[in-house]
């Protein structure tokens, strides 16, 4: 059985930084790429960066430059370390395997909370 646990999330001024985790369970994670979503209040969950079995990363226009995506396969964890926070990255965000680089192929998690107020 596979889970992911999304934690790290929180509240933080505008310009502040936050550095997401997702842990997974089972053993299916280092062949496996992944990705972090994020989710607004009325708004679609959309990809804002992944990262292949080998390492290549990739990021939505609005965040480039100010998220990277790292992992861990030997703690198959995958990170989101984020500067430069806005209001407007204010979301749930949540992480999953992804299928053809950018479809979540798993079941979600319960994801986690960042809030960008001063």
């Known amino acids: 059985q596979v889970q992911l646990v999304e934690s790290g999330g929180g509240l933080v001024q505008p310009g502040g930084s936050l550095r997401l985790s997702c842990a997974v369970s089972?053993?299916?994670?280092?062949?496996?790429?992944m990705g972090w979503f994020r989710q607004a209040p009325g708004k679609q969950r959309e990809l804002v960066a992944s990262?292949?079995?080998?390492?290549?990363?990739n990021y939505a226009d609005l965040v480039k430059g100010r998220f990277t995506i790292t992992r861990d396969n030997a703690k198959n964890t995958v990170y989101l370390h984020m500067i430069s926070l806005k209001p407007e990255d204010t979301a749930v965000y949540y992480c999953?395997?992804?299928?053809?680089?950018?479809?979540?192929?798993?079941?979600w998690g319960q994801g986690t909370q960042v809030t960008v107020d001063s």
């Open positions: 990262i292949t079995s080998s390492g290549r990363t």
């Open positions: 089972g053993n299916i994670f280092s062949s496996n790429a």
């Open positions: 999953n395997f992804l299928l053809l680089g950018t479809i979540p192929k798993w079941s």
